[in-house]
């Protein structure tokens, strides 16, 4: 296990690298001014209330400036995921129009996100290569169902998560590089507790991103993921996934201090609300078949302290 953890970091950490390699791309002439630009970022802000509370109330920790452009780098990312999900149309087609419209050199005054986006992501130069990876990351679902290995898997979230953790850190401010790989780190750590909460959602899709090798190793197949089967069997499985889970976040953690103080808040509270739901998954037994495991915004409020406080004790 120890040769494959150090393959799939090394992997990793060469793709980010990759992207750092890069320049940002040239600012456009914004058709319509600061007013359109405006509506651009309050669109994005709409748009993240309505499709992640979780996302929001953490990004609402965040300074006006980072608060509007993490937003508008969720918009980008929620429109870019929804293109691949969407029922019927031709989504490689339309994916790459839109790749086209957010990336390319000219911005239509029509498209709000679009605005929105690229004016981020000049403003606070995230390097062209990581939104690419991105949208590279999220096509895969349209030709890739199945993930043999944990490299596999990993090397899938490091495109639709680890990217995120990378360009919020440009948003956010950092220290230097040694902060990349706990941004890499977090990323994964983050989109396998999606994969974890929503293994029947995904399977219902035609999904599974569960690593074969590993359901097969503890007995399992697909014939039980389709029964939504519940037993020692699935249960070792769970308990493995949510310990290398939770590692991952423990192993993240230390990046946050190589955050600008304005945003470690944020990024912290975001961890630790998405950490809960891997309390909820075993609170029901590691039943993620009949119920989707979440943490109610009550919870939330009522972390809020204890997270603000172990902050406080991390920057002092």
């Known amino acids: 296990m120890t040769a494959q953890t150090e393959a799939w970091e090394h992997h990793l950490l060469a793709l980010a690298h990759e992207g750092l390699n890069t320049k940002e791309p040239a600012a456009p002439a914004l058709a319509g001014g600061v007013k359109l630009l405006a509506e651009g970022y309050r669109y994005c802000a709409r748009l993240t209330a309505r499709h992640s509370r979780t996302f929001y109330l953490a990004s609402a920790m965040l300074p006006a400036d980072k608060r509007r452009a993490v937003r508008a780098l969720y918009a980008f990312c929620r429109i870019s995921d929804d293109i691949v999900d969407t029922a019927g149309g031709s989504p490689e087609v339309d994916l790459q129009t839109w790749q086209r419209r957010i990336l390319g050199p000219s911005l239509a005054p ?107 190793a503890y007995g399992l197949s697909e014939t039980d993921l389709a029964a939504g089967v519940v037993d020692d069997r699935w249960r070792a499985f769970m308990r493995f996934q949510i310990e290398r889970n939770r590692q991952l976040y423990v192993e993240a953690w230390p990046g946050i201090a190589l955050l600008n103080p304005d945003g470690r808040l944020a990024i912290r509270a975001s961890a630790h609300f998405y950490g809960a739901i891997l309390d909820d998954i075993e609170r029901h037994d590691y039943n993620v078949f009949d119920r989707r495991a979440h943490v109610t915004g009550w919870k939330k409020v009522m972390m809020l302290p204890g997270i603000w406080w172990a902050t406080q004790r991390k920057t002092a």
């Open 110 to 216: 029509d498209d709000l996100v679009a605005l929105a986006w690229f004016d981020t992501q000049t403003r606070y130069g995230i390097p062209a290569r990581f939104p690419e990876q991105l949208i590279e990351g999220v096509a895969r679902d349209l030709h890739q169902t199945r993930y043999q290995s944990f490299f596999d898997l990993a090397t899938y979230a490091y495109g639709v998560a680890s990217t995120v953790g990378l360009m919020s850190m440009y948003i956010i401010g950092f220290s230097g590089p040694a902060a990349i790989p706990y941004a890499v780190k977090m990323g994964v750590a983050l989109q396998l507790t999606n994969i974890l909460r929503d293994v029947a959602e995904d399977y219902r899709a035609g999904r599974v991103y569960l690593p074969q090798k590993e359901l097969a």
